[in-house]
């Protein structure tokens, strides 16, 4: 089955520094990857995916993800950071049947909660 | 356009009771999906639904959970004999269709606390 690990459970950056939010996955074929952000009291959003060609990928908010296969990564980017931006934040992959079809199942890591100080 | 609803937006209910969630989907939408998210377990799959049936249930945590969807579009999900490791909030979303290439659209959940 697939799974999906992001290692840090918290994470305080100064508005205007830079992120990356770790997240790996486990999953034998090409997965499909996902990145969704909560902001409290809302549903889910999604930030950006990743099915399949150019490895990084430009999704919503100024945010990017690089796919490494070698890694079994799909780390989130943003090269500065804004007060806005705190929220949690999930890291997702699509499960796939026996027969090689999906129709869209998620499984989502445990999630990150960025804080970002003025 | 509007997105997805939920309601109640919370519930609060004593152990033992049953409740029902529910969950109007983006128009024109034909898969949709309930999502749980608690502290201890995160966000887990419960149900898809495409159109009014149920392809994959391997989600519902017990026999006290099911759900269903009339038309095509209002689905809810019915907890009986509520314990309080039941205590979560319940996520909808709903796509075009049933596949990952189209994006899962989520409501705002139902906070449900069991006391």
């Known amino acids: 089955a697939q799974s999906v690990t992001q290692p840090d459970i918290h994470i305080t950056v100064s508005e205007g520094a830079s992120l990356e939010l770790r997240c790996n996955y486990s999953?034998?074929?090409?997965?499909?990857l996902f990145w969704y952000v909560q902001s409290p009291g809302q549903g889910l959003q999604l930030l950006l995916k990743?099915?399949?060609?150019?490895?990084l990928v430009q999704g919503i908010k100024g945010f990017e993800a690089e796919f490494k296969r070698s890694q079994s990564s799909f780390n989130l980017r943003k090269p500065s950071v804004h007060w806005s931006d705190a929220a949690e934040y999930f890291c997702?992959?699509?499960?796939?049947?026996?027969?090689?079809?999906?129709?869209?199942?998620?499984?989502f890591g445990q999630g990150t909660i960025l804080t970002v100080h003025p | 356009g509007a997105g997805v609803s939920q309601s109640p937006s919370n519930k609060v209910t004593e152990k033992g009771k049953d409740v029902e969630l529910r969950c109007d989907p983006i128009?024109?939408?034909?898969?949709l999906y309930w999502y749980r998210q608690s502290l201890g377990q995160g966000l887990e799959f419960l149900i898809y639904?495409?159109?009014?049936?149920?392809?994959?249930k391997s989600g519902l945590p017990s026999d006290r959970f099911s759900a269903e969807r009339t038309g095509g579009s209002v689905s809810t999900l019915t907890i009986q004999r509520t314990q309080q490791e039941d205590s979560a909030v319940y996520l909808c979303?709903?796509?075009?269709?049933?596949?990952?290439?189209?994006?899962?659209?989520f409501g705002p959940g139902t906070r449900l606390t069991v006391t």
């Open positions: 979303a709903s796509s075009l269709v049933g596949q990952g290439l189209y994006e899962q659209y």
């Open positions: 999953y034998g074929a090409t997965p499909y």
């Open positions: 990743y099915f399949s060609g150019d490895t």
């Open positions: 997702a992959v699509q499960e796939f049947n026996a027969g090689g079809t999906s129709y869209g199942k998620l499984t």
């Open positions: 128009s024109g939408h034909t898969a």
């Open positions: 639904f495409q159109g009014n049936s149920a392809p994959d």
